[in-house]
């Protein structure tokens, strides 16, 4: 046991038990651990060499903290992830597929998962020289709080399931089928800082939660529950409304480039206005209007599904000079707007 702050220059092998106690003991060479490792009552274990727990253990409590600087070769075979926190805080590193409690990416260089990383507490990208935590193709899940300062960066087909609270004020980069999903209630997703709109799907995925202002690649939203936008967004590719799910505009303006796809519910409340600049297709789902609201429609309108005829005004305003055909369907108020040729069939 520790009995004060340790700095040992060379390396350490521990066979037995090492325990920090409320101590920080900085480890400049390799760390090989063969026994245990209790880092406990707020102490630090500040390993700056390569770290090899392979065959060992680590325990931690509360404020607990062990931090990597070099390679991580192995956590041992039994990580702690009830408490504690474990830092990589070096350059580049490799994050590893493991079940942590908090985990924080801190420093600059790029920091990569290797697999599949479990974070039963927080998840934490530091600002201090704007680190990236690079879930490459792989996924992270974590239970509680994400705050994302530096950089979050979804590769390929890779998942970032934030299942509490999501804060960034830093960057969310994205390409190929990458995905952010986001599960907080209510306004528990307060910012997704520079959020990458050129790639990529935003998933909200929780119960009733607010959609922010933003734009967006993708957008999705899915599982029971109102889901309701806090002003203008954009979506540059496809947004999509699963079954069960809500999405609520309210008063504010959607607009989305790419295909609509509507399987559950629209609510468009009071002056709101859905711009669909690609193909609509309600299906089996519902529109519903509250007021003046507008459901504007510039390509190919596949499906309104059901749709109240009671409020709202669907606008066709295709303004290429195509031709677009008017959905047969029930309508309250109906324009037909732009320079298109518009094909209207047996419409009542």
């Known amino acids: 046991t520790a009995t004060g702050d340790w700095t040992v220059a060379g390396e350490v092998e521990v066979d037995g038990a090492l325990i920090t106690g409320a101590n920080t003991v900085t480890m400049a060479g390799k760390t090989d651990i063969d026994g245990t490792l209790t880092i406990s009552n707020g102490g630090v274990y500040d390993a700056n060499g390569e ?51 908090n985990l924080e990416i801190d420093q600059a260089g790029t920091k990569t998962a290797q697999g599949a990383v479990n974070v039963a507490g927080t998840l934490t990208v530091q600002s201090t020289g704007t680190p990236i935590y690079d879930i490459a193709a792989t996924t992270t899940t974590v239970t509680g709080t994400s705050t994302i300062a530096g950089t979050l960066n979804i590769n390929g087909s890779g998942v970032y399931d934030a299942n509490g609270d999501f804060a960034a004020s830093g960057a969310i980069t994205m390409d190929g089928t990458a995905r952010l999903q986001l599960s907080a209630a209510g306004s528990g997703v307060s910012n997704l800082g520079t959020l990458d709109d050129a790639a990529g799907t935003v998933e909200y995925d929780g119960g009733t939660q607010n959609v922010l202002a933003d734009t967006y690649f993708n957008l999705e939203i899915d599982q029971a529950g109102t889901k309701t936008a806090q002003g203008a967004v954009t979506a540059n590719g496809t947004l999509t409304v699963q079954s069960a799910a809500t999405y609520d505009i309210a008063a504010t303006t959607s607009t989305v480039t790419g295909a609509s796809r509507v399987i559950g519910t629209l609510d468009i409340d009071g002056s709101g206005v859905f711009d669909a600049n690609g193909s609509f297709n309600a299906g089996t789902g519902n529109i519903n209007f509250s007021g003046a609201g507008f459901l504007k429609c510039k390509s190919s309108v596949l499906s309104l599904g059901t749709m109240n005829t009671d409020a709202g005004t669907v606008v066709y305003d295709r303004t290429d000079g195509g031709t677009q055909n008017v959905k047969p369907d029930n309508y309250y108020n109906l324009t037909i707007d732009g320079n298109g040729n518009h094909s209207i069939g047996n419409t009542s």
Do not use: H, K, P, W
Request: charge should be negative; charged fraction near 20%; hydrophobic fraction near 35%.
């Open 51 to 101: 770290f090899d727990a392979t065959g060992g253990t680590i325990d931690q409590d509360g404020t607990s903290a062990l931090r990597m600087a070099g390679t991580v070769t192995s956590l041992g075979s039994s990580l702690d992830n009830a408490a504690g926190t474990v830092e990589y805080d070096g350059g580049a590193q490799n994050v590893l597929a493991d079940d942590y409690f």
